[in-house]
T-cell receptor
């Protein structure tokens, strides 16, 4: 099946620094990728939809200046958490789809971000 | 808006026990329905899906039937194993949505004891 790779799997950073998370579709082209955030003991919440070659679409309540998304190619989307704070610590997961309303989504392995 | 509601966990079972995890969805449109599984420390993996009413998705001994009349997609397995310990998420796309955007339930943690 299709493979989505996310890197890094774990990262610890100091408060105030920025962290970049990469999401790659390894064997297919993804015009659209999705970024989710998973809070402890809660479900995944969609943060934004990343569109290749255009601006990302952010969900209500997600700060676009804090969570910068770039989708420069059909196989790579990046999420940069800027000026990270401890409350940004979370599990971030990306997904990509082959397209179509019944198409299944392929998820990356997730990134555990810890801000100290 | 669209939503997915699944039973809260955690669920603790002994090996070989029968498993049911309930999931209901808001009845807007005729969405495809999914079950995803997240093993400890890993990302989500598609477990099974159904695309229309009365379809039954199945994989690794797990089954779920798309019930339009009850707007349900309950996950079942006849005999669980320790290796099935994971968090299970029911999901659907938003009404009119495409391209793999999904709405997830809150997840149900399953622990299987030997």
């Amino acid at each position: 099946g299709a493979v989505v790779s996310q890197h890094p799997s774990r990262v610890i950073c100091k408060s105030g620094t920025s962290v970049k998370i990469e999401c790659r579709s390894l064997d297919f082209q993804a015009t659209t990728m999705f970024w989710y955030r998973q809070f402890p003991k809660k479900s995944l919440m969609l943060m934004a939809t990343s569109n290749e070659g255009s601006k990302a679409t952010y969900e209500q309540g997600v700060e676009k200046d804090k969570f910068l998304i770039n989708h420069a190619s059909l196989t790579l989307s990046t999420l940069t958490v800027t000026s990270a704070h401890p409350e940004d610590s979370s599990f971030y997961i990306c997904s990509a789809s082959l397209g179509g309303p019944a198409s299944k989504a392929f998820f990356g392995q997730g990134t555990r971000l810890t801000v100290v | 808006g669209d939503s997915v509601t699944q039973m809260e966990g955690p669920v603790t079972l002994s090996e070989e026990a029968f498993l049911t995890i309930n999931c209901t969805y808001t009845a807007t449109g005729y969405p495809s329905l999914f079950w995803y599984v997240q093993y400890p420390g890993e990302g989500l993996q598609l477990l099974l899906k159904a695309t229309k009413a009365d379809d039954k998705g199945s994989n690794k001994g797990f089954e779920a039937t798309y019930r339009k009349e009850t707007t349900s997609f309950h996950l079942e397995k006849g005999s669980v194993q320790v290796s099935d310990s994971a968090v299970y998420f029911c999901a659907r796309p938003p009404y009119g949505g495409s391209q793999g955007n999904l709405i997830f339930g809150k997840g149900t943690k399953l622990s299987v004891k030997p």
